[in-house]
């Protein structure tokens, strides 16, 4: 009987992702299209099929190995859109103090949220609790003096005049910022206090309604700006009406996000078993930690 003999493989072959040998039913047409033995003439688009799809499997792999709850992710991303209109208003309008420290803590905000969706690390707690506390502060100043710099006289008589519903609603964003402060502090320090194997920690319930509140200071900043503003010496850019509309939106959506997260992030023990066979523990209170009964179970 004599030996079928087989041609080396190719350079390209070598190093082909295995992913893409063992998926070759997903790949379809895009593997006839991309075979070397292929003689027809399009076969040189090979390199460009493999490319992108070996970009496509890693960019899939990446997100499936992060640690923290989807709802994170996606709360990060609505913090830079916040982020991106904090942004938006410094290009408009003459830029005073508090514009620059609120973009930051956005900045810093949105990043802690997506490390933790990606690492599961809960020090971000404590970060974005800092956040708020600096918000807080940043938001009484703003009640107190107006528009001005640590520099410049403070202005205390908009307290009197036609700009005090803007004063008042601010010091309601400083509580709100506090409230969100104290929750992330409360949560960190207590990871498994209230959890129970159908919802998740209490404290992302009740830091959906502190973000809730956020619609009761944007909506109503922009409508004073739009009227008891106009045609005084007061009166504000149209875009920042347009933004603290917009505000009051992605505030709703960080509330539902919130929501669905204290919703699904319970210590089921179907979601242990499911993350177990993956090879990970999941991080379902935005922390590593676990309810006591979802451990029995998975035990």
Same mark, same amino acid.
Not at 100 to 110: E, H, I, R
Not at 179 to 198: D, F, K, T, Y
């Given at each position: 009987?004599?030996?079928?003999?087989?041609?080396?493989?190719?350079?390209?072959?070598?190093?082909?992702?295995?992913?893409?040998?063992?998926?070759?039913?997903?790949?379809?047409?895009?593997?006839?299209?991309?075979?070397?033995?292929?003689?027809?003439?399009?076969?040189?688009?090979?390199?460009?099929?493999?490319?992108?799809?070996?970009?496509?499997?890693?960019?899939?792999?990446?997100?499936?190995?992060?640690?923290?709850?989807?709802? =994170?992710?996606?709360?990060?991303?609505?913090?830079?859109?916040?982020?991106?209109?904090?942004?938006?208003?410094?290009?408009?309008?003459?830029?005073?103090a508090e514009l620059p420290?609120?973009?930051?803590?956005?900045?810093?905000?949105?990043?802690?949220?997506?490390?933790?969706?990606?690492?599961?690390?809960?020090?971000?707690?404590?970060?974005?609790?800092?956040?708020?506390?600096?918000?807080?502060?940043?938001? =009484?100043?703003?009640?107190?003096?107006?528009?001005?710099?640590?520099?410049?006289?403070?202005?205390?008589?908009?307290?009197?005049?036609?700009?005090?519903?803007?004063?008042?609603?601010?010091?309601?964003?400083?509580?709100?910022?506090?409230?969100n402060g104290i929750s992330?502090?409360?949560?960190?320090?207590?990871?498994?206090?209230?959890?129970?194997?159908?919802?998740?920690?209490?404290?992302?319930?009740?830091?959906?309604?502190?973000?809730?509140?956020?619609?009761?200071?944007?909506?109503?900043?922009?409508?004073?700006?739009?009227?008891?503003?106009?045609?005084?010496?007061?009166?504000?850019?149209?875009?920042?009406?347009?933004?603290?509309?917009?505000?009051?939106?992605?505030?709703?959506?960080?509330?539902?996000?919130?929501?669905?997260?204290?919703?699904?992030?319970?210590?089921?023990?179907?979601?242990?078993?499911?993350?177990?066979?993956?090879?990970?523990?999941?991080?379902?209170?935005?922390?590593?930690?676990?309810?006591?009964?979802?451990?029995?179970?998975?035990?």
């Amino acid at each position: 009987m004599t030996a079928v003999s087989r041609a080396p493989p190719s350079h390209r072959q070598q190093h082909q992702p295995g992913g893409l040998h063992q998926a070759g039913g997903r790949c379809g047409s895009w593997n006839k299209l991309c075979d070397d033995d292929n003689d027809d003439p399009l076969a040189d688009r090979r390199g460009p099929c493999m490319c992108i799809l070996t970009l496509f499997l890693r960019m899939q792999q990446w997100f499936e190995a992060h640690r923290g709850h989807n709802q =994170l992710g996606i709360r990060g991303c609505l913090v830079l859109l916040q982020a991106v209109l904090t942004a938006s208003l410094m290009l408009r309008v003459e830029v005073f103090a508090e514009l620059p420290v609120t973009l930051a803590c956005q900045l810093v905000t949105s990043l802690s949220l997506l490390i933790h969706w990606r690492t599961g690390y809960s020090g971000c707690f404590v970060l974005r609790a800092c956040m708020s506390f600096v918000r807080c502060v940043n938001c =009484l100043y703003w009640s107190i003096c107006g528009r001005v710099w640590l520099s410049e006289r403070c202005e205390v008589e908009g307290w009197w005049d036609v700009r005090e519903p803007l004063r008042i609603l601010h010091v309601a964003a400083a509580v709100r910022q506090l409230a969100n402060g104290i929750s992330l502090m409360l949560q960190h320090h207590g990871p498994q206090c209230g959890v129970s194997e159908r919802r998740g920690h209490p404290q992302l319930l009740y830091r959906g309604i502190i973000r809730c509140t956020g619609v009761f200071v944007q909506f109503p900043l922009g409508v004073v700006k739009l009227t008891a503003l106009e045609a005084t010496r007061f009166e504000r850019d149209p875009w920042e009406v347009v933004v603290n509309f917009s505000r009051s939106i992605v505030a709703v959506l960080e509330s539902f996000s919130l929501w669905e997260q204290w919703r699904t992030a319970g210590a089921r023990p179907s979601t242990l078993s499911r993350a177990s066979a993956a090879g990970r523990m999941p991080l379902l209170l935005d922390t590593a930690a676990v309810g006591p009964a979802g451990r029995k179970r998975a035990a």
